[in-house]
């Protein structure tokens, strides 16, 4: 497939927890980015992560990017109720330009 | 600034009729995309604009013109509605135009129903 897959496709956890959202593909890629999109509205950038970077964090956000597996992980720590979103990743791939290729993300609900 | 913005915010066709929704960005950014998404699914790029005067087409493209006159506006096209086209659509823009694509910002985005 062209553009990432995401597993799982839902994820349910207690407020406190780590969530851990995976990012798989399978076309060379020049970055991958993660989003978020609350219910209803626009989708926000999160993390944007280079072909040659293996890490990169922004506050409780952690992701990681393994080429030689083709693969990406979005690791959100103590998680909040507000944290409740759908999460995407996009990758850009090397003959692709500027244009980006969603997944179809991970529905992330935080327990309060 | 006001970032991307997306007009109207709902519209309700019927098929057949045609339409334009309109995005319009103020950061001066080259990088112009139209994106749909369907229910439980993710975003489908429809065109994208790598600046003024130049358009192209993205994985979904029938159905849907655009032009692009203008750095700040990226107008998309309906043509002629059908059911099929009943979706949420995301404008969003970005700095980068050369190699790799940059952070992209989403428009709040347009909620379209065809009967």
């Known amino acids: 497939s062209q553009q990432g897959e995401e597993d799982p496709q839902a994820l349910s956890i207690q407020e406190g927890e780590n969530a851990t959202m995976n990012c798989s593909y399978k076309t060379s890629i020049n970055n991958l980015q993660w989003y978020r999109q609350n219910s209803g509205r626009g989708l926000v950038h999160l993390i944007l992560i280079r072909s040659n970077e293996r890490e990169k964090h922004s506050g409780r956000l952690r992701v990681t990017l393994d080429t030689s597996k083709k693969s990406s992980s979005l690791l959100i720590t103590a998680s909040r109720a507000a944290d409740t979103a759908s999460y995407f990743c996009?990758?850009?791939?090397?003959?692709?330009?500027?244009?980006?290729?969603f997944g179809e993300g991970t529905q992330l609900t935080v327990n309060p | 600034n006001a970032g991307v913005t997306q007009t109207p915010k709902f519209q309700v066709l019927k098929t057949g009729q045609s339409m334009t929704l309109q995005c319009a960005q103020d950061?001066?950014?080259?990088?112009m995309s139209w994106y749909r998404q369907d229910p439980g699914m993710g975003l489908r790029l429809i065109h994208y604009?790598?600046?003024?005067?130049?358009?192209d087409q993205g994985e979904v493209p029938n159905g849907y013109n655009v032009s692009r006159s203008t750095t700040e506006d990226f107008p998309l096209r309906l043509l002629s509605a059908a059911p099929s086209q009943t979706s949420v659509y995301f404008c969003?823009?970005?700095?980068?135009?050369?190699?790799?694509?940059?952070?992209?910002?989403f428009g709040p985005g347009t909620r379209l129903t065809v009967l």
């Open positions: 969003a823009s970005s700095n980068k135009v050369s190699g790799s694509a940059d952070t992209q910002y």
């Open positions: 996009a990758l850009v791939r090397e003959t692709s330009g500027s244009r980006l290729t």
């Open positions: 604009s790598v600046g003024a005067g130049i358009t």
């Open positions: 950061m001066n950014h080259e990088y």
